[in-house]
Nanobody
Framework: QLQLVESGGGLVQPGGSLRLSCAAS????????IGWFRQVPRKEREGIAC????????NYADSVKGRFIISRDNAKNTVYLQMDSLKPEDTSGYYC????????????????????????????WGRGTEVTVSS
């Protein structure tokens, strides 16, 4: 089981920026597509960004497209989510996850954005980091 740890959350004013990190220990991430998700209490988890194992393909939800950028540094075993132009509605818990390696990564990334990611098995979910956008 992958151990994924998110960091970088915090309190930021509207229009500000944060960079979240998703780091893995014990195992290498370089074979995994990685997704970022967010969830507020009493609402469903939302997939917002996904990146292929090599980093050459990315997908974004419309709600974050043009404002968030997902990237990875496989040498550091870390995936990032750069969040710019933050809005109060971006306030949420943010989570990263890696699907089971038997999953088709391209199909999984599409389903991360499409909302159908619950049908997959996962090799790891992080515990999340909180982002609050408020003045």
């Amino acid at each position: 089981q992958l151990q994924l740890v998110e960091s970088g959350g915090g309190l930021v004013q509207p229009g500000g920026s944060l960079r979240l990190s998703c780091a893995a220990s014990r195992f290498s991430l370089d074979s995994y597509a990685i997704g970022w998700f967010r969830q507020v209490p009493r609402k469903e988890r939302e997939g917002i960004a996904c990146i292929s194992s090599s980093g050459d393909r990315t997908n974004y939800a419309d709600s974050v497209k043009g404002r968030f950028i997902i990237s990875r540094d496989n040498a550091k075993n870390t995936v990032y989510l750069q969040m710019d132009s933050l809005k109060p509605e971006d306030t949420s818990g943010y989570y990263c996850a890696a699907p089971n390696l038997h999953s088709d990564p391209h199909e999984w990334c599409e389903d991360v954005i499409g909302g159908d990611f619950w049908r997959y098995e996962y090799d790891g979910w992080g515990r999340g980091t909180e982002v609050t956008v408020s003045s």
